[in-house]
């Protein structure tokens, strides 16, 4: 699609949407489409939810924005809210996911030199992905976003995803360590997990050399794994959380929560943003958040996603192609044995909004008010699709 006022940063697929309703979107012709994707994880209740319409309506009419050099009562409000579902002290407000894990990087820092450490690092993971300003370009594991744009920011140290033995390796050679920033599952990468108890191992370790735990949930908060936060399935707390997409179902905005130590780092003149938890925003995260507590909506999620995994695996498990099916909640990768980006404008086609990420892995995020009835008509579409993907593809 040439669109030449716009700057050319993104491959287009050839469709636009005018209108969405629940886990479909409708394009400019009327055709319907099943969104498997939801914005990459962003529309956790779906499009046009209606406590999320009815929460933006309600404040467009009140307020927009006044400025963070006032008291904001419905960030306040979000801010409590999200500190009660994730044991946390306190948040900063960003825009995006990116913004929250900078927010991250310099609590890290600022850790770091009241340890005096005169050039903290932080170890970060192979095929993370971050975001795209500088130093969270730089955090990302993933060379191709970030050649072009060296120098590069220092104070990062990266190790294998998973891997405690490289982590207490690194601690054992370097002492000027402030913080571990991980994903609980990697999602650009490639919906990679990690090892069974690894969380509870790593808090374990940074507690050994006073390292920060810092969390990015910006794709796995907002109950996209059937818990609040990924977390919450090992049973640890981390010192920072970063969260964004599914926080606003729409809008922008991101989060970065801190506990204990990290929660009193920062003070007024170290950090800030003109928008970040203005009112709007901020109204539209609390329509989010309590929807997601109320009806034991996290549970309906892990059940759904249980079942979506187990289908998709029965139902490709004759594929010599298909190397594995993996995820957690409704965050669910499906690797092919050769890169397969093919499969989403033939799945456009059909009806079906996929993504392919880390070349060989579709990735699905659908909405979290999907049903049963709903990922079977999505896997009717998909799973035949991957099943005739060309034979010369496989290994």
Known sequence: MTQPALMNTYGRLP???????????????????????SGIG?????HAHPAVTEAIQSQAGQLLHTSNLYSVQKQQELAEALCAVSGMD?????????????????????????????????????????????????????????????PLVQGFIRAPFGDLAALENIAEHNDSIAAVLIEPIQGEGGINMLPAGFLSQLRALCDKHNWLLMLDEVQTG??????????????????????????????PIGACLAH????????????????????????????????????NMLNTVAVNGRYMLAALKTQLADQAHVKQVRGEGLMIGIELSTPCAGLVAQALEKGL???????????????????????????????????????SSAA
């Open 90 to 150: 306190n948040v900063f407000f960003s825009n995006s996911g990116a913004e929250g894990n900078e927010a991250a990087i310099k609590l890290a820092r600022m850790h770091g030199h009241k340890r005096n450490i005169e050039v903290p690092h932080i170890i970060v993971m192979e095929q993370a992905f971050h975001g795209r300003t500088l130093a969270t370009l730089t955090a990302s594991g993933n060379r191709k976003i970030q050649a072009g744009f060296e």
């Open 353 to 391: 909004l996929i993504n392919v990420t880390s070349e060989r892995v579709v990735r699905l995020l659908p909405p979290l008010i999907i049903n049963q009835q709903e990922i079977d008509e999505l896997l009717a579409i998909l799973c035949p699709l991957i099943s005739q993907w060309p034979a």
């Open 15 to 37: 469709v636009s949407f005018t209108r969405g309703a629940g886990v479909r979107l409708f394009d400019t012709q009327g055709k319907s489409y099943i969104d498997g994707i």
């Open 260 to 295: 204990g130590k990290a929660a009193s780092l920062f003070q007024p003149g170290n950090h800030g943003s003109t928008f970040g938890g203005n009112p709007l925003v901020c109204a539209a995260g609390l329509a989010v958040v309590n929807t997601l507590r109320a009806n």
């Open 42 to 46: 962003v529309n956790a209740l779906g």
């Open 222 to 251: 907002n109950g996209r794994t059937g818990k609040y936060f990924a977390y919450q399935h090992s049973n640890i707390m981390p010192d920072v959380v970063v969260t964004a997409k599914g926080l606003g179902n729409g809008v």
